[in-house]
Structure formats: C-alpha cells, structure tokens
C-alpha cells in the first residue's frame, strides 16, 4: 500500500454515510486497493457542494482522498454509477441494503481486498438488471461466503466426507454444510435440504452469474433457499441481518 | 488538559466539543467568553438549556417539537387540514415555512428508512400517519422526505402504505439535488420543487 503519499486516487462505493457536525457526512466507503475507509466528505448535505458531489449511499464514485491524522478527508468525489434502479424500485433497493449489510459484517477495515470489492460492483449492477433479485442475493452470499473461507460444503456430506447421494439431504450450519440423512440421525441439528435446493445451490456456487442468472426457480424453492442461507450467515455472524427483517416486512404486507 | 485549568472549565469545554460542528478550539474559546461575559448572560443561557428539555415534546397530532400540544401549526384553524406535508426532521418544517407558500399541515417522521442502519419503518412515525389520514380526512400527502436513498426508499414505503386509503401521495419535484438535505435547499428551489410535486 502506497502509505507516504499525502493523499490518493481511488473508486470506492459508499457502503454507509451518516451526518457529522453542521454540513458534513462521515462515510463508510469500500476501495479495492485500501480496503474499508472511514473519510469526510466536507458540505456533503449542502445541495451546492459541487467538488464533493453528492456522495449517494450504495454509488460506484471516484474518489481523491487525502490522508488526515484521524480521518481522511473526500478531497473530490465523481459519480461513475450512480446504480439508479436501486433507488426506483422499494425492493431492489432494499436487496442492496442487504449486499451491503453482509460485506460490512464480513470485513474488518483493512483486509478487504479487490475480489470483495469488485463481486460488491458486479452485485449491484446485477440488481439493476431484470434478474431476480432473490438470484442476486443468493448468488453473491455464496461467493461473499467463498471470499471469508466460509464456502458451504455442498458435494460431501459435512459431517462423513462422502459423496453425497442425489436424494434429500439436511443441511447444517455448525457443520458447514449439507448433511446426509444417515449422518444427520441422532444429532440435534440441522434443517432439511431438498434436492433441488441442493442443485441450486451447487450451481450457483460453481457457475459464473450470466449462467446462474437464467436458473428459473419456484416460489418455494426461493423461499427454501433462503432460509437455509440466512441460517448459515446467522449462525457464521452471531448477529441478527436488518435489511433481511425489512424485506420479509414488505413481502408480508404485500399480501 | 493541564492542571492549571480548574474542574469546572474543563467540564464545560468537554460539554461544548460534543456539540456537532464544534472542534475542541471553539470549546474553548465559547467556555472563556462565557467565564468573562456578565452573570445574567450565563443565567439565561443555563436556564433556556433546562427549558429545552423541560418545557418541549412532541406535537401528538404531527410530532414536531412544540411547547404546546397540540402545536401552534396544528392549532391553527386557518391552516388547511385537507394537506399534509412529510418531513423526515423538525428543522425541515423550518425550512418548507420559509418558502412562505405553504397554507397546510406537516408531519414529522424523525428520520428515515435505512435498513443497512437498522432503522425501519417501526421507529418513525409511519402508523401514525396512516391513521391520521384515515381519521382527519387529508386528500393530499406531500412526500418531502431528503432526496437520497434513504429519502427515496421512505417515500415509496409510504405510498404503499398509504395506497389502500385512497389518498393523493404526491412527492417534491426532482430538480432538488439528490444527496443534499431539505435543510439546506435555499426557499426558491424549494418552492419550484414544491409547486412541481407529482404523483407516486
Ligand atoms: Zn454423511
Ligand atoms: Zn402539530
């Protein structure tokens, strides 16, 4: 890292901003060369502020940076996607929150590296996209999972080693991963995995997303894959997810 | 901070510098011109700090800050109760007043939705303005929450939720500058944006 310069250029997308003393915002951003930075972007909640920009929350912005003692300090900042659709649409905007909410609880500061950062790019542009967003979800939890060496086991059972059969199978957290029936018997833990929620996820885990992305799944199969996802991110966080609470509210009340 | 600085000056340059926007210096220099500045000065600014907590609340029909209930903008019978503009703070009822243009009524949410922040629609006053719309018979919902992401997302939730009653949800006008606060929109903007809403 070039740690003498006063300051540097680099992309980064706002993952939280809050407001900080009269006209300022303290933002949270993601950069693939710095990992996670804490900076101020001065006269950020000014309309007027015309060399900050308008650092919008979730943006993909160029960023000129300068190094302070405590806190950097957003010298410039260039929209380059502004990811629009995600604040059209209640939904997808609330499925971003969620993308965001995981990469934030799964990095600490400094050791996030270009693959987080450009897997958070590529997400949000697919939820911009007309591809399900519950695909995106579960697509980018399973390669955010990779990235934290937490990859589910999904081709042997967790507990045995051996190769899973083609049958329904159960899967669980604490194991880290899919489980078979046999191995499964007397223990106290873990949910039933169909089938074809096993498959999804297989190729979701192993096909780049243009492949996944077509994959025509059934409400049930939805809902089932993300019960067992959520389960596992919970139970890896110890935490509770937030945006995860706001999108089962919209869904209930959609009823 | 040195010894040579007694208790009760250290206190309050430590009580200032928690102040949004004020730096240790300025702590410093407010603490020093109170310490020189006339008795009676002190005293009123002490006994408005106690006033402040003491004497204000929510407005129980819109939630603004108000030293009566309900508020003297509530109050007001002159005032068109068939319009209601929502606000995510109080200082934006300031800010939508100075425009001058604006004869109804407001409703304050005290902020917006941020899931990634763990702020939903259970801690603002969202319930209570469905139920005031069913109850005191408004036509018109103005959505003036700040443009931006969390504005935007609290915008589109209230016009689901105030769907079902039948009411017209219409939102400012774009032309405000996404990202910036209603706090800081000069009056003329904010009067075009007003006069310029539209339907959701
Ligand atoms: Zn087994
Ligand atoms: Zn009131």
Partial sequence: MPSHERSFRTPAVILRRQDFGEADRLLVVLTPGHGKLRAIAKGARKPAARKTGHVELFALVDMLISRGRELHIVAQAETREPFLPLREDLVRGTYANHLVELLDRFTADQDTGRAEFDLLVSALGWLCTDADPRLVARYYELALLALAGFAPSLHQCAVGQESLEPQDQFFSPPDGGAICPEHRAGLERGTPLSLNALKALRYMQTRPWEAARVLNLNGPLHLELERVMLAYITYILEQRLQSVEFLKRLRREER | ?200
């Fill in chain 2, 1 to 200: 901070m040195s010894k040579a600085v007694p208790q009760s000056v250290t206190q309050l340059i430590e009580a200032f510098s928690r102040l949004p926007g004020v730096g240790p210096k300025t702590a410093s220099r407010l603490t020093y011109y109170l310490l020189r500045a006339p008795d009676e000065m002190t005293q009123t600014l002490a006994a408005a700090l106690v006033d402040l907590k003491t004497k204000t609340r929510y407005c129980s029909v819109c939630f603004n800050i108000t030293e009566d209930d309900p508020c003297p903008i509530c109050a007001d019978s002159g005032r068109d109760a068939t319009q209601v503009v929502v606000v995510e703070e109080p200082l934006d009822v300031l800010a939508v007043e100075r425009t001058g243009a604006y004869q109804g009524r407001y409703h304050v949410l005290h902020g917006a939705i941020s899931p990634v922040e763990g702020i939903g629609p259970e801690d603002l006053k969202i319930r209570e303005l469905v139920e005031r719309v069913q109850k005191e018979g408004v036509l018109e919902v103005i959505v003036a929450t700040n443009p931006g992401m969390e504005g935007d997302a609290t915008a589109m939730y209230l016009q689901r939720q105030l769907a079902p009653t039948g009411v017209k949800t219409t939102r400012l006008a774009r032309g405000l500058p996404t990202g910036g606060d209603l706090e800081y929109v000069d009056s003329i903007t904010l009067l075009r944006a007003l006069q310029g809403r539209h339907e959701i």
